[in-house]
């Protein structure tokens, strides 16, 4: 058994912090470990990887995708111009919609992120 030297109380020879008042038991009466003095400062996302997503979002809002009406057989129809679907009947896939641009926003987050300016 050790002695905590702060509040005199003994804890297990495998502790290296207090139990009870959370100082070190090693001799240091710090009651946290020491962080590094040299932390950098966090940067700042990447701005133009930012301005390119809010591009892609754009692009996938005015190329939706296209699926075939709920009276034919399912049918992937492609990327056409919002104004010209490319059949009459066709409906916007409101699905695929929504994961095209989840999948752009977090791409485009963690890109500003991994592409940060320190």
Same mark, same amino acid.
């Given at each position: 058994m050790q002695i905590c030297p702060a509040c005199? /109380? @003994?804890q297990p020879e495998i502790n290296r912090f207090c139990t009870h008042c959370g100082r070190r038991i090693d001799g240091n009466a710090e009651s946290t470990p020491s962080l @590094? &003095?040299? /932390? &950098?400062?966090p940067g700042q996302l990447n701005i133009q990887v930012l301005y390119g997503m809010v591009a892609a979002l754009v692009? #996938? +809002?005015v190329f939706p995708p296209w699926e075939a009406s709920p #009276?034919? @057989?399912p049918e992937f129809l492609g990327m056409h111009f919002i104004f010209s679907p490319p059949n009459p009947d066709a409906v916007i896939s409101r699905m695929l919609q929504t994961i095209e641009l +989840?999948? +752009?926003t977090i791409a485009g987050m963690y890109g500003a992120f991994l592409f940060r300016q320190k």
């Open positions: 005199q /109380r @003994p @590094p &003095s040299d /932390r &950098s400062e692009l #996938a +809002i #009276a034919l @057989p +989840i999948t +752009i």
